[in-house]
């Protein structure tokens, strides 16, 4: 597509629920990046998938989000049992090189 | 350790008066440099960026941003703020790797808000 594409918009979650945030790169895009932004923050590195290799996942906050990208295109972030502090945008960004085009981001509130 | 520094939390500057808006990084070497927008509810907007050559950059809307590497800075400017710049900008760096494919960090941001 023309750019990228998250879905969805906006999600509520009760605590401990689980929840699956979609990420639709720009055709032809290798890179994906994943980003959290907490309100009245910059965002924060999550992953980096480079096709369907993810080679960077240290930005993770616990080991309950999970990033994949099986086909090197569409990629999922998924949260388990989430929590309060889970509350933030999710920004999905991919790239050809030479700067990111960044998603509309989710937005997660959990309550 | 490998920072992105906005200083400036909150601006405000009056329609048609100019902007700078600063930024410093703290790195070891010369990083890959952005400029990004983000209107309330949306995503992400490149403005610019710096990879080497020339050290004051165009950017899209007018703007543009100058690197001083005796300064680990790259301050955005615009000559002329119109309202419609009303938004939230952040510097952001490749601190590391190659091209624009390694992990990129940033700044805290910062808020322009543009009054008549």
């Known amino acids: 597509g023309a750019g990228v594409s998250q879905s969805p918009r906006y999600k509520v979650a009760k605590r401990g629920q689980d929840v699956a945030l979609r990420c639709d790169p720009i055709?032809?895009?290798?890179?994906l990046f994943w980003y959290q932004q907490a309100l009245g923050q910059g965002p924060e590195f999550l992953t980096y998938?480079?096709?369907?290799?993810?080679?960077?996942k240290s930005g993770l906050p616990s080991d309950r989000f999970f990033a994949e990208r099986p086909e090197g295109s569409v990629s999922t972030l998924k949260i388990q049992r989430t929590q309060q502090e889970d509350s933030a945008v999710y920004l999905c960004?991919?790239?050809?090189?030479?700067?990111?085009?960044f998603g509309s981001g989710t937005r997660l509130t959990v309550v | 350790a490998q920072s992105v520094t906005q200083p400036d939390i909150h601006i405000t500057v009056s329609e048609g008066a100019s902007l700078e808006l600063r930024c410093n990084y703290s790195?070891?070497?010369?990083?890959?440099l952005f400029w990004y927008v983000q209107s309330p509810g949306q995503g992400l907007q490149l403005l610019l960026k710096y990879f080497s050559g020339d050290t004051l950059v165009q950017g899209i809307k007018g703007f543009e941003a100058e690197f001083k590497r005796s300064q680990s800075s790259f301050n955005l400017r615009k000559p002329s703020v119109h309202w419609s710049d009303a938004a939230e900008y952040f510097c952001a760096a490749n601190l590391g790797g190659s091209g624009g494919y390694q992990k990129v960090t940033f700044g805290i941001g910062t808020k322009l808000q543009v009054i008549p």
């Open positions: 998938f480079q096709n369907e290799a993810q080679l960077d």
């Open positions: 790195y070891g070497a010369t990083p890959y």
């Open positions: 055709s032809g895009h290798v890179s």
């Open positions: 960004a991919s790239s050809l090189g030479g700067g990111y085009t």
